[in-house]
């Protein structure tokens, strides 16, 4: 039962606010972990109490370390205990394939759930441990914060510190309810719409053999594993912040418009924010040196640590290093030559990069990955072929979509609609989100059927 099931839409999500807003203040923590609980028990059975039992342990040796804030030796070392223990137990639920025991249809949500709920429980503690919020005395809010249903699927990654006064301090108002039903009917067709759509295309596109495809068609099958990995994680993002807003929790933005990024450290300043934003903040105080060659050594640990995001794999760990050595050779030289050009060659090439990135992270294994690339560039010797031609005719309408929603060409122009025709904008806004919600609904039971 994910965000985008049909259980979930017309059951699970309006008995949880015909009762959240009845249950009284005190009690709605209580009521959201409840559900949260009972959403994970659905569709992991075994793995919900694993993660319980983690969380546990977590919240205990915070308090250990906590209260010994007078002796630094022994709280150091129950700190770096702390990690190594989420670090083993990350590594055990991802490297040992526990994420299998997640019943869902999606391959990659179960991983970045798993994912997202270490960071979550490292979060708490480097957080604790740096004094940048008070220890949390109170174990429901804690479990609250950790599995709050919404982020635990696919993000954002949210930090305890940012979030911490909302715990116990929140108002629910019909404008942010209504910025957060509009939120989530967006990032529902993001997923259900674009991201489901392009997946099918993915799919016969990658139906055929590596070896014989042609240049066109490998790196159409570049683009459209991009769209659909961009729109999928995106959808999912906008509607957990969707439901944060209904509930009251203020949930930080994770993606922005990828196209206009005009270099590949510019993409990630868009691409997953909050998982950016965690590794910066949280490396910073450990780290206190100019030196460029750490500078890129703990570049290519971030690097790492965010491919390992989406699961293991060795292709992973090979998608970060490609990224790391631009990231690097940027910094160093690249950038100086890309202010000289054209800002359209600049996007061209960030573009191009990127889907080379993609390809790596996407596929199985380190052999298939340079197998793909090797498509791309002309391996095969064969430029253009039929497949290209059809598939290029069927899916054309739905990658000009992608196209267009991954720009801010759509943004710019509803927010100068707005600024003109202001009351217009907003009876337009309710009658294009039920149209859209009604849209997304039928791709959902389409994809069912």
């Known amino acids: 039962m994910g965000l985008t099931s ?52 977590n919240f205990s040796l915070c308090f250990v370390m906590y209260k010994l804030y007078f002796l630094k030796d022994k709280r150091k070392y129950i700190f770096l205990m702390l990690i190594f223990m989420n670090l083993v137990a990350f590594g055990i639920l991802l490297f040992f394939k526990l994420d299998r025991l997640v019943y869902l249809q999606e391959e990659l ?81 993001q997923k259900c719409v674009l991201a489901d759509s392009v997946n099918e295309a993915q799919k016969f596109v990658l139906y055929q053999t590596v070896n014989n495809i042609s240049v066109s068609t490998a790196w159409l099958g570049a683009i459209v594993e991009f769209f659909y990995l961009y729109f999928y994680l995106y959808g ?121 990135g993609t390809v790596l992270f996407w596929q199985n294994s380190i052999g298939e990955s340079l197998t793909y690339v090797g498509a791309m560039f002309g391996e095969n010797r064969a430029f253009l072929d039929k497949s290209f031609i059809f598939f290029a005719k069927s899916f054309a309408f739905i990658l000009l979509l992608c196209w267009l929603f991954s720009t801010n060409i759509v943004r710019n122009r509803v927010v100068g609609f707005k600024k003109k025709h202001k009351v217009t904008y907003y009876w337009m806004r309710y009658i294009f989100n039920l149209v859209l919600f009604v849209i997304s609904i039928a791709f959902c039971i389409t994809r069912l059927t």
């Open 236 to 356: 999912y993002s906008n509607m957990a912040r969707g439901l944060g807003k209904m509930i009251g929790f203020e949930l930080p933005a994770n993606f922005r418009a990828i196209l206009p990024s005009n270099s590949v450290t510019n993409f990630f300043e868009r691409w997953n924010i909050s998982l950016l934003s965690c590794v910066r903040t949280y490396s910073k105080p450990f780290i206190k040196t100019s030196k460029l060659p750490i500078k890129i050594v703990l570049l290519f640990l971030g690097g790492l640590i965010y491919a390992l995001f989406f699961g293991a794999g060795f292709s992973k760990c090979l998608a970060a290093v490609y990224f790391v050595v631009i990231l690097a050779l940027e910094r160093l030289f690249i950038f100086d030559i890309l202010v000289k050009l054209p800002q359209l060659v600049r996007r061209i090439y960030t573009f191009l990069l990127v889907l080379i």
């Open 6 to 57: 049909v259980i979930f839409l017309f059951f699970v999500m309006p008995v949880f606010f015909l009762i959240y807003y009845w249950v009284p203040n005190n009690k709605k923590n209580i009521f959201i972990l409840l559900v949260s609980f009972l959403i994970l028990f659905w569709i992991t059975p075994i793995l919900s109490f694993v993660m319980l039992i983690i969380a546990c342990v």
């Open 109 to 189: 949500l179960p991983k970045i759930m798993i994912s997202l709920f270490v960071c979550s429980n490292i979060s708490y503690i480097l957080d604790v441990y740096l004094k940048k919020c008070r220890l949390q005395r109170n174990f429901i809010d804690f479990l609250t914060y950790v599995f709050f249903f919404p982020k635990l699927f696919a993000g954002p990654l949210v930090q305890y510190s940012s979030i911490e006064s909302q715990l116990k301090n929140r108002k629910v108002i019909f404008q942010n309810v209504s910025e957060g039903m509009q939120l989530f009917v967006i990032g529902l067709a």
